[in-house]
């Protein structure tokens, strides 16, 4: 099993910025994917980021430019760095991974709890 905690959700103004963490711990053997997700109330879960174990990246179109995605594969610790955060930006943004929990052995998706961002105009 794998544990995600995440942190450096809040309240910012609209322009100001963010940095989201999340740690994984556990039985880990490798972490492929590491990424953010986000959901807006009324809405479904939507692809943020992404970052592979290689360090190849990808962006929803809305954040291209504004927000990065960095890894740190020592700590199993993924990072979303927002900036130019505007008010549609606000929602709960979820941490999720893909690891392998020995080698050889099935990969799974693991979801963190979840941490609130909001955006005031």
């Known amino acids: 099993q794998v544990q995600l905690v995440e942190s450096g959700g809040g309240l910012v103004q609209a322009g100001g910025s963010l940095r989201l963490s999340c740690a994984a711990s556990?039985?880990?053997?490798?972490?492929?994917?590491m990424g953010w997700y986000r959901q807006a109330p009324g809405k479904q879960r939507e692809l943020v980021a992404r970052?592979?174990?290689?360090?190849?990246?990808n962006y929803a179109d809305s954040v291209k430019g504004r927000f990065t995605i960095s890894r740190d594969n020592a700590n199993n610790t993924v990072y979303l760095q927002m900036n130019s955060l505007k008010p549609e930006d606000t929602a709960v943004y979820y941490c999720?991974?893909?690891?392998?929990?020995?080698?050889?052995?099935?990969?799974?998706?693991?979801w963190g709890q979840g941490t609130q961002v909001t955006v005031s105009s």
């Open positions: 970052i592979i174990s290689g360090g190849s990246t």
């Open positions: 999720n991974v893909l690891s392998i929990s020995m080698a050889g052995g099935p990969q799974y998706s693991y």
């Open positions: 556990g039985r880990i053997f490798s972490i492929n994917d």
